[in-house]
């Protein structure tokens, strides 16, 4: 048994009697024990959560409804994952509201009621959860339960972008890029890209890789559109494996490799069409 797990049975042996016994906060700091730390016991982590909850422990309540909602140590219940997530939520915690308000807006355990989300997403975002600014941004973006506004959507996903949100990046720097209805905003949107495709995300990559080749709001440089084309490649992007595949077939910013074009075409030919004909013209030739 490592050192970690020698310390976290000797804590768990101290909380277990005060545990027993009633005391609230030694239940979910047990439950917490066994759901985050080595050798975990998600049931055990669960049954704790519970016996907190029903304490009216609301970070207790928040994770035994994510027990329920994702089966962790109980069988999935989204009815009992909606319950939990509403008593919490009535305590003010932030992230229970986040998890009612998607409930609520996907019908998850309770009925679907649109406006029901755009409120608890409301009082999530007053308590700092990005994905909620998020959310409020989608919403506002789709004109779900809100009238349709792009000032809004921006508004939001500025404000859940600046709370560190990749998605809020990410769909900054596809508005600016030109993708959605309002007017392209090169310097916006190649500020927004280039801070989303840095967090990884693999859209994000690709668009900005198309920039770098194109010349468009940066300097032409086709060597780093092949970097990032390749990062999102790398993660399943089937426009970047396109992209890279003409890369290497044309040598623009990789050396031209017949054999890596093949590939690339090969992996991208599953659902864009572009590389299923590219790929069948080079093998013929």
């Given at each position: 048994m490592s050192?970690?797990?020698?310390k ?8 277990l009697p005060?545990a027993?016994?009633?005391n609230?906060t030694a239940?979910?700091c047990?439950a917490?024990?066994?759901?985050f730390?080595r050798p975990k016991?998600r049931?055990?982590?669960?049954y704790?959560?519970k016996k907190?909850?029903?304490q ?5 309540q928040?994770?035994?409804g ?5 089966a962790?140590g109980?069988?999935?219940?989204l009815e ?9 939520a ?9 998890s009612l308000?998607?409930a609520?807006?996907?019908?998850k355990?309770v009925?679907?009621?649109v406006d029901a989300a755009?409120?608890?997403?409301r009082k999530?975002?007053?308590?700092g ?6 959310n409020?941004?989608h919403m ?8 349709q ?12 972008a ?7 990046m990410?769909?900054l ?6 993708v959605?209805?309002p007017p392209e905003r090169s310097d916006?949107a190649?500020?927004?890209l ?11 990559q690709?668009?900005?890789g198309?920039?770098?080749f194109?010349g468009?709001g940066?300097?032409?440089?086709r060597?780093?559109a092949?970097?990032?084309?390749r990062q999102?490649?790398e993660?399943?992007d ?5 992209l890279l595949g003409?890369g290497y077939?044309n040598?623009?910013g ?6 890596w074009a093949?590939?690339?075409f090969?992996?991208?030919a599953?659902?864009t069409?572009?590389?299923?004909e590219?790929?069948?013209?080079l093998?013929t030739?």
């Amino acid at each position: 048994m490592s050192d970690a797990a020698r310390k976290s049975k000797s804590l768990r042996q101290r909380l277990l009697p005060n545990a027993r016994a009633g005391n609230v906060t030694a239940q979910y700091c047990l439950a917490c024990e066994y759901d985050f730390e080595r050798p975990k016991d998600r049931r055990r982590a669960a049954y704790w959560y519970k016996k907190a909850a029903e304490q009216g422990h609301a970070e207790a309540q928040n994770l035994l409804g994510e027990c329920f909602r994702d089966a962790v140590g109980v069988p999935k219940d989204l009815e009992q994952a909606a319950h939990w997530f509403h008593l919490a939520a009535q305590q003010g915690e932030a992230t229970a509201q986040l998890s009612l308000g998607f409930a609520h807006f996907y019908g998850k355990g309770v009925e679907r009621d649109v406006d029901a989300a755009l409120r608890w997403y409301r009082k999530s975002a007053r308590g700092g959860e990005a994905s909620a600014m998020l959310n409020i941004g989608h919403m506002y973006r789709t004109g779900e339960s809100v009238r349709q506004s792009w000032t809004q959507a921006i508004r939001w996903y500025e404000r859940a972008a600046k709370a560190g949100n990749l998605s809020a990046m990410h769909w900054l720097g596809r508005i600016y890029d030109g993708v959605e209805d309002p007017p392209e905003r090169s310097d916006k949107a190649v500020y927004w890209l280039r801070l989303a495709a840095a967090g990884g995300d693999a859209q994000s990559q690709c668009n900005l890789g198309v920039r770098y080749f194109n010349g468009s709001g940066v300097r032409r440089n086709r060597k780093r559109a092949a970097k990032l084309y390749r990062q999102s490649a790398e993660q399943g992007d089937t426009w970047a494996q396109y992209l890279l595949g003409l890369g290497y077939r044309n040598g623009d910013g990789v050396k031209r490799n017949r054999r890596w074009a093949l590939y690339w075409f090969d992996r991208a030919a599953i659902d864009t069409p572009e590389a299923k004909e590219a790929l069948k013209a080079l093998k013929t030739t």
